[in-house]
């Protein structure tokens, strides 16, 4: 499975700016995830793909879907590519990543939570996550474990 990271469209089906009801649509439609959690009138939709253990939310305002947010799956063996400019961003180690991202002109401003923003494209990406994700040789993340695409950062 991809799910490509659309910067100021969105990622996968959905696209910033699409009404609540047109996001169900689309979840009905792609049929890769289930709902956990939504109200009638979401402030989020929470999905899960329960055979990679992987997230997806979807956030909104004023009816509007402004946020796609995307948490890595659990399983190392997930046939899922998460991809940003064509890079998964989910499999390269975040420190390469970044380098490829900004070999390509990105420009990424980093912050001591541990959030690194992609301005101009709208999205961030982040090691968030308490999971035991494969770490590096000093016990830090190896990937990414979070994408967020919004119409606003």
Request: net charge negative.
């Amino acid at each position: 499975m991809d799910v490509e990271i659309r910067p100021r469209i969105g990622a996968g089906p959905f696209r910033l700016g699409m009404p609540v009801g047109d996001a169900r649509a689309a979840v009905a439609k792609w049929g890769l995830f289930r709902t956990l959690s939504s109200d009638e009138e979401p402030g989020q939709i929470v999905l899960r793909q329960d055979r990679f253990a992987m997230d997806v939310v979807l956030g909104f305002t004023r009816g509007a879907l402004s946020g796609v947010e995307l948490v890595r799956f659990q399983h190392e063996d997930a046939d899922v590519r998460v991809l940003l400019d064509g890079l998964d961003v989910f499999r390269i180690p975040s420190g390469d990543l970044f380098e490829q991202l900004a070999e390509r002109g990105h420009i990424i401003e980093e912050n001591d939570l541990g959030f690194d923003a992609l301005p101009e494209l709208k999205v961030i990406l982040a090691n968030r996550s308490s999971h035991a994700y494969p770490v590096d040789e000093e016990g830090d993340p190896l990937y990414y474990d979070y994408v967020l695409v919004a119409d606003r950062i």
